[in-house]
């Protein structure tokens, strides 16, 4: 198959996951989508800086990141058009269209001046969507590649739960699997040999949450 193929195989399927739930995605996932809150405090974009979301879906994190840091340009992409139209009701809500820029791209091989005009960006956010993208090692490597010198990669999403018990874990995987979702466990790993790979002496550090149910990462790039 293509890659255009492949983009638009990827874009009908979360097209039709997310038709009918996109309107309760937010209320349904505060529940269980832990840790994105974190992960925003930490950001700590610099001044006049800007901020890019790969997955944004309905846009809660980029609402949430506007707030919280005010001055920086923020900017999101997401392959399903089904969730741009509700990511966009909802920023226009928060009085952020002229903050918040949405595009519908391929996480894997998006062009960050084609669609915002910009060369790269200080922080790019991934929550919980790496989990959904078959192709998710391609997603972090493109996602590195577009960080300015000096910025950094936040990542959440769910991690191994080794220290949950397994009554518990057998169960949420039973869920997670019912909407396509499957833990990348070996997250630290990958991303440790992309920053490798990358070279000039990129970062990579990854820290379990709520004894493994989740795991945040963050991969930085020097400033030269």
């Known amino acids: 198959m293509s890659a255009a193929g492949a983009r638009n195989e990827a874009a009908g399927l979360m097209d039709a996951m997310y038709r009918h739930q996109r309107h309760i995605y937010d209320a ?5 989508l832990l840790g994105r809150d974190e992960l925003i405090a930490g950001l700590a974009p610099p001044e006049g800086g800007s901020i890019l979301e790969i997955g944004c879906g309905t846009g809660r994190n980029l609402i949430k990141i506007a707030q919280a840091y005010p001055g920086r340009a923020c900017h999101g992409l997401d392959v399903s058009m ?6 966009r009701q909802s920023v226009a809500r928060a009085g952020l269209s002229d903050r918040i820029d949405l595009r519908q791209a391929d996480a894997t091989s998006f062009d960050p001046r084609a669609l915002f005009g910009k060369a790269g960006f200080d922080r790019i956010v ?22 300015a010198p000096g910025g ?5 999403d769910f991690g191994d739960q080794a220290g949950l018990p397994a009554p518990f874990k057998a169960v949420l995987m039973r869920w997670l699997k019912l909407f396509h979702v499957t833990p990348r466990t070996g997250l630290a790993v990958v991303l440790e040999d992309i920053a490798r790979a990358e070279g000039g002496g990129c970062r990579s550090t990854s820290v379990p949450l709520f004894r493994g149910y989740a795991v945040q990462a963050v991969v930085e790039r020097p400033s030269a």
């Open 126 to 147: 991934i929550s919980y969507a790496l989990s959904m993208i078959p192709p998710w090692q391609a997603v972090a490597a493109q996602a590195l590649r577009q960080l």
């Open 28 to 32: 349904s996932r505060k529940f269980y």
């Open 152 to 156: 950094s990669l936040h990542i959440v």
């Open 82 to 87: 089904e969730m741009l139209v509700t990511a």
